[in-house]
């Protein structure tokens, strides 16, 4: 309890207690210094003592809110030893039991990051295989701010069956497989929500300060009523594509966590913008980056999948221009994309099969982050086409197509178009050349460009001798508002 106050004094004996994201159970990121907040009296000192190193003395400021910083230690392979952080000010103790040093990442984004794992194919079996306790999990309440605040709900749990049921199946999946390849713990902390924009994770200062962000997002925003309206806690569909609200009241929280990085399932939301997604998901990478303060640590996100959005035509491409502006982000300095072309379901927006796109984020962490070259992560990425009379000849980027092109049905390679001038695009028959895919279509007699994969729901079969798959694209740069298709 609070102290009662004569004039002049200073409160000594606030309740003391550490920031909502440190619980007990918790994952402390190896190797790198750990910053321990939370309230104490106001500016009263706090020793705060963790058992792999020494006591930390420091002073909480004039509204009490105090900030540490210690030491880590690099993990040891098969090191699972449970450890003890404590503060001590004003005769109070606060401890933290069973906490694990390793390695810590942030799953964030809308439903199909979100989609649990008792939802997921064949997950009554699938969850009888979850019992790992040195994995640990941080599923955030849902609320949303005006203003940033650090509070937050949740806590940090060791994974079971009975835990991780309702926790993200991307963000389990791609945290066994790294807990099983580095022999170390595994901290996976979900904060997002299904249905949810990109503008909602920035900052409400980045969206103003860029031309573009401003216009498309924020100012329309700030115009609208909505923007009167007294926020709480309550989901809806329109209030998680309100600017900044999601970031203010479920990202800025963390801020002081220590991770290893962000891994990103997010886009439907978006769909229909273009340049604008792309300039907000590298203002949101670069803010998040710097609002951590722990360099540019890396961000993986999974390009989004096929969906017909109940429009069964299969010429349409508004999808694909999406997707080809998802490819662009990862442009970005240690940024990377996940392909799921061929794990998809046309007419399902969530699909099932969640473990290959969890493991394919991990193998890109695994090969970029844990420097495992080995491990493969690139899908065969187109380099250049030659036209040669009636066929079109697709090379691909060498080390994305490793040891060879091959089909995961033993068919031929589906979802290929060829267009001469007029810019029609027709379907086309395509076939595996050693490294190169031959393209041709009895309705083009001189092709000028390739597609592939480029409409709005084809689940693909093409891929390299590791399973993974082509990531889709276009020779051509014709405007999208020109695009013309047919069967």
């Known amino acids: 309890m609070n102290s009662i106050m004569l004039a002049g004094q200073i409160d000594t004996v606030s309740v003391l207690k550490f920031a909502d994201p440190l619980t007990d159970n918790m994952v ?8 321990v907040w939370g309230n104490a009296g106001r500016e009263s000192e706090v020793v705060i003592k963790a058992d792999w190193t020494s006591p930390v003395t420091v002073k909480a400021d004039k509204k009490g809110g105090f900030k540490g910083i210690i030491p880590v230690p690099e993990a040891k392979k098969g090191d699972f030893t449970k450890h003890r952080l404590s503060i001590i000010s004003g005769g109070q103790t606060k401890v933290l039991n069973n906490i694990l040093i390793g390695e810590v990442w942030i799953c964030s984004g809308q439903s199909n990051m979100q989609f649990a794992m008792k939802e997921v ?4 079996e699938e969850l009888k295989k979850t019992d790992h306790p040195n994995i640990r999990l941080f599923n955030t309440g849902l609320n949303f701010s005006n203003t940033p605040i650090l509070n937050v709900s949740g806590h ?6 009975e835990t991780v049921e309702g926790f993200s199946a991307v ?3 791609f945290g066994k497989k790294l807990y099983d390849r580095l022999k170390v713990p595994v901290g996976l902390l979900f904060t997002g929500i299904g249905a949810s924009a990109c503008q909602a994770y920035l900052p409400r200062e980045v969206l103003a300060g860029d031309r573009l962000l401003d216009s498309v997002y924020l100012a329309p925003y700030l115009r609208s009523g909505k923007s009167k309206e007294k926020i709480d806690g309550g989901f809806s569909f329109e209030k998680v594509t309100r600017p900044y609200l999601l970031y203010n009241a479920m990202i800025n929280p963390f801020k002081n966590l220590s991770i290893r990085g962000v891994i990103w399932y ?10 604008p997604y792309t300039r907000a998901m590298y203002k949101m990478i670069t803010s998040w980056r710097e609002k951590f303060g722990q360099g540019n640590f890396p961000f993986y996100y999974v390009q989004v999948a096929p969906f017909f959005y109940d429009q069964e035509d299969p010429a349409l491409a508004d999808y694909a221009f999406f997707r080809e502006q998802q490819e662009k982000i990862s442009k970005l300095d240690h940024t990377a994309m996940v392909v799921t072309m061929d794990v998809g379901e046309a007419k399902n927006l969530h699909p099932k099969d969640k473990k290959p796109v969890g493991e394919r984020l991990a193998g890109t962490a695994l090969h970029k982050t844990y420097n ?10 187109f380099q250049h086409v030659v036209f040669e009379g009636k066929k079109a000849v697709v090379s691909f980027i060498p080390e994305t197509i490793l040891s060879g092109l091959t089909t995961n049905d033993g068919k031929a390679p589906k979802f290929f178009q060829l267009a001469g001038k007029d810019q029609v695009f027709y379907p086309a028959a395509a076939k595996i050349e050693g490294n190169k895919i031959i393209v041709t279509s009895k309705r083009v007699k001189s092709p000028v460009a390739v597609r592939y994969a480029f409409t709005n729901y084809p689940v693909t079969n093409l891929e390299n001798s590791n399973g993974l798959p082509a990531v889709p694209f276009r020779s051509d740069r014709w405007d999208e508002k020109g695009n013309n298709m047919k069967d």
């Open 171 to 173: 963000g389990y999946y």
């Open 156 to 161: 940090w749990q060791e994974c079971s069956p």
């Open 266 to 275: 997010q886009g439907e939301s978006n769909r229909k913008d273009r340049l």
């Open 372 to 381: 495992d070259l080995d491990e493969p992560y690139l899908g065969p990425h």
């Open 121 to 124: 194919v064949h997950a009554a």
């Open 28 to 35: 402390v990121q190896q190797n790198k210094a750990f910053t």
